[in-house]
């Protein structure tokens, strides 16, 4: 059985199940499993024709013990999860006509129109399977530059094990992601607006990080995540890379490129690991807006937290890409001493600049780039207008990635990650198109529908937020003690 330790190197090894429920490692680190399965070309084979969540179902039984879950529950599980994503395909690939093999994998049909809904969907869905079976309850507390907190929301709504806290910084999301979580009606979700976050959404990681280290208190409340650093989300996402290579592959083994839009690294750490499990995969492209850590990661071999810049893809304005961490465990010879080194020197400073073998070892097949907002908004108005095909601002910083590198990456098929709806950015299309009716591509039905109900969440100031959530989280508590 596959067992996980922390990236650090604290605490001991723990199971799946442990690995899930806890989010964080004991010691504030990431969860790794000690290794990787690895699949060849038959294994891909095989798949070559399986649908989604059959796909899903053999790459997640490859991580988790049948005695852990069995197989009817893990199939139950994939099934429930998916039933509420709105296309059969679930991710659909469209291809691009101004692109040369160029094909957009849509990983935004799910009932929050984002790319979240494929890891939160499975990863709520499991916890809360595995707290129905040991009959316990827990608190879950999230922190969204807009599209995490929505997905975790809808996914615990009503779930009687769980209570789900999700903050974000008012101002920095858009309205139509604000709605996605205030108008759900269940009393086990509890939105928090924080206004005055100087750095944004990694503001509120902080406050969740000085909760957690509160063990009194995390022991009370039996606090988890679900944010983008649990495994149960990484692991899921390696499943769309292997499902988006099947569909465009002619023959099994040949190459192809990924671009993806990137914030916290989550779905490229996920793309990274399934390479090292044995994905033909080239080049990965780590598209970035000017909240650039990752591409200054990636181009000059250094991490280094910058100020925040309001963009046009707000939902990667991040300025510490925790999951790097998670990565880099695996380029740096699995080394927990090293990876501890780093994050300390980096909490410290605010920098670390990578040692040249290091460098050299994590930048293999990974290219990055920076997109300003004036390149994202051009690339939706150009591919409107000439194949009427409209990007979200996050797809299009990946489209914009892969344009730039074009020559490095070579003529190998193309995929760009599509992570939202371009309805949950009605301004910003408006902006790139130049108009002020939305198209009906920018519409959808279940954003008007939000616009009908009423809201429900707590309001707080970034200044005292520690003090007046974990009083909010613990009244709440205290009052429903009893279920
Ligand atoms: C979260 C998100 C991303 C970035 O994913 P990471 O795993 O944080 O890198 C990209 N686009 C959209 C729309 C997102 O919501």
Redesign the pocket.
């Given at each position: 059985m596959v067992k996980y330790i922390s990236n650090t190197g604290g605490g001991d090894p723990v199971d799946f199940e442990t690995a899930i429920l806890d989010g964080f490692a004991e010691d504030g680190g990431l969860y790794v499993p000690e290794s990787l399965p690895k699949i060849t070309n038959e294994h891909l084979s095989k798949w070559k024709d399986l649908d989604y969540v059959s796909l899903a179902f053999e790459i997640l039984s490859l991580f988790i013990d049948r005695t852990v879950i069995s197989e009817t529950d893990l199939k139950k599980i994939l099934q429930t999860a998916y039933g509420s994503f709105e296309k059969k395909e679930i991710i659909p690939l469209h291809p691009l006509k101004s692109r040369k093999d160029t094909y957009i994998m849509e990983l935004?049909h799910g009932p929050t129109l984002?790319?979240?809904d494929v890891g939160q969907a499975f990863l709520v869905n499991l916890v809360n399977f595995f707290l129905q079976r040991k009959n316990k309850h827990l608190t879950l507390v999230v922190a969204t530059?807009?599209?995490?907190g929505p997905a975790a929301a809808f996914f615990a709504a009503g779930k009687s094990n769980l209570d789900t806290w999700v903050l974000y910084p008012k101002g920095l999301i858009t309205e139509e992601q604000e709605r996605q979580m205030t108008t759900l009606q269940q009393a086990n979700i509890h939105p928090v607006s924080v206004s005055n976050c100087p750095d944004g959404a990694d503001d509120l990681d902080a406050v969740i990080g000085k909760l957690y280290a509160n063990i009194p208190f995390k022991r009370k409340l039996n606090l988890s995540s679900v944010n983008?650093i649990n495994w149960g989300r990484v692991m899921m996402?390696t499943v769309h890379y292997f499902y988006g290579y099947l569909q465009v592959v002619d023959v099994v083994g040949e190459h192809i490129n990924v671009s993806?839009?990137?914030?916290?690294?989550?779905?490229?750490?996920a793309g990274t690991l399934a390479r090292e499990m044995g994905l033909p995969v080239k080049y990965y492209i780590a598209g970035n807006n000017i909240n650039s850590c990752l591409h200054r990661i990636f181009s000059e071999g250094r991490f280094t937290k910058k100020e925040l810049y309001e963009t046009a893809?707000s939902?990667?304005d991040?300025l510490i890409?925790l999951?790097f961490w998670r990565f880099l465990f695996f380029k740096a010879n699995k080394d927990p001493i090293k990876i501890k080194q780093w994050i300390d020197t980096f909490n410290k400073t605010g920098s670390v600049k990578f040692d040249n073998e290091t460098f050299e070892s994590y930048k293999k097949g990974i290219l990055s780039n920076s997109a300003t907002d004036k390149e994202v908004l051009s690339i939706i108005n150009e591919i409107y207008k000439n194949e009427g095909y409209l990007l979200?601002p996050?797809?299009a910083?990946s489209v914009q990635a892969a344009d730039v590198l074009k020559e490095s990456i070579g003529n190998e098929k193309l995929i760009c990650?599509a992570?939202?709806h371009p309805s949950?950015f009605p301004e910003v299309i408006k902006n790139a198109l130049n108009t002020n009716i939305l198209p009906d591509e920018a519409v959808h039905k279940s954003i008007e529908k939000a616009k009908k109900h009423c809201e429900k969440k707590y309001t707080c100031d970034y200044t005292n937020l520690e003090e007046a959530l974990s009083h909010a989280m613990e009244t709440n508590w205290d009052l429903n003690k009893g279920k």
């Open positions: 935004f984002s790319f979240k530059t807009g599209d995490t983008s996402q993806v839009p990137s914030g916290a690294f989550g779905n490229l750490c893809s939902a990667i991040i890409p999951n979200d996050h797809t910083v990650l992570t939202a949950k």
